[in-house]
């Protein structure tokens, strides 16, 4: 079979860039639900969606005795995630494909929907998502250092 698209691997390497930032991500959500909730409570979440912990974790640190402006910047981050997810999952559920547009006369490259034909995700999206997803889960990194600076035993510094 001949290989139509990414011959020079940009695309793949973009991808690779946005799923370690999620996975970094994924950790924090799963480390912070198991240290904020009973013991006997986290088993029950850990097979939750994304942006499930999220909106759980969202609702778990705001009755953490923290700081309100580490508070405020820890959800703001967390919000950003549910967004950002919703890109990471078109790139995790869809192919990458040649596809020519109506307007158009060349051939690009993209990511495109299986559900939807009017949702892709060119190169410079997927640039930008990378830069983003891997700004933010040092965003969340740093967020959580700060509760630890504020006594929390929580998570090592991992940044």
């Given at each position: 079979?001949?290989?139509?698209?990414?011959?020079?691997?940009?695309?793949?390497?973009?991808?690779?860039?946005?799923?370690?930032?999620?996975?970094?991500?994924?950790?924090?959500?799963?480390?912070?639900?198991?240290?904020?909730?009973?013991?006997?409570?986290?088993?029950?979440?850990?097979?939750?969606?994304?942006?499930?912990?999220?909106?759980?974790?969202?609702?778990?640190?705001k009755?953490?005795?923290?700081?309100?402006?580490?508070?405020?910047?820890?959800?703001?981050?967390?919000?950003?995630?549910?967004?950002?997810?919703?890109?990471?999952?078109?790139?995790?559920?869809?192919?990458l494909?040649?596809?020519?547009?109506?307007?158009?006369?060349?051939?690009i490259?993209?990511?495109?929907?299986?559900?939807?034909?009017?949702?892709?995700?060119?190169?410079?999206?997927?640039?930008?998502?990378?830069?983003?997803?891997?700004?933010?889960?040092?965003?969340?990194?740093?967020?959580?250092?700060?509760?630890?600076?504020?006594?929390?035993?929580?998570?090592?510094?991992?940044?």
């Amino acid at each position: 079979m001949a290989k139509l698209v990414d011959l020079d691997h940009k695309w793949a390497t973009l991808i690779g860039r946005v799923f370690i930032a999620f996975g970094s991500i994924e950790r924090q959500t799963h480390e912070s639900l198991k240290k904020w909730l009973e013991e006997q409570v986290y088993p029950h979440v850990k097979h939750m969606k994304l942006s499930q912990r999220i909106d759980l974790l969202i609702d778990v640190v705001k009755k953490q005795n923290f700081e309100q402006e580490n508070i405020d910047s820890f959800v703001a981050d967390l919000t950003k995630a549910k967004t950002l997810a919703k890109k990471r999952n078109l790139i995790a559920h869809n192919p990458l494909m040649l596809c020519l547009f109506q307007e158009e006369t060349d051939f690009i490259e993209a990511i495109v929907s299986n559900l939807r034909d009017d949702v892709t995700m060119e190169f410079h999206e997927l640039e930008a998502l990378a830069i983003s997803s891997e700004e933010l889960a040092g965003n969340i990194i740093d967020g959580m250092t700060k509760f630890r600076l504020e006594g929390w035993e929580g998570l090592p510094i991992t940044r």
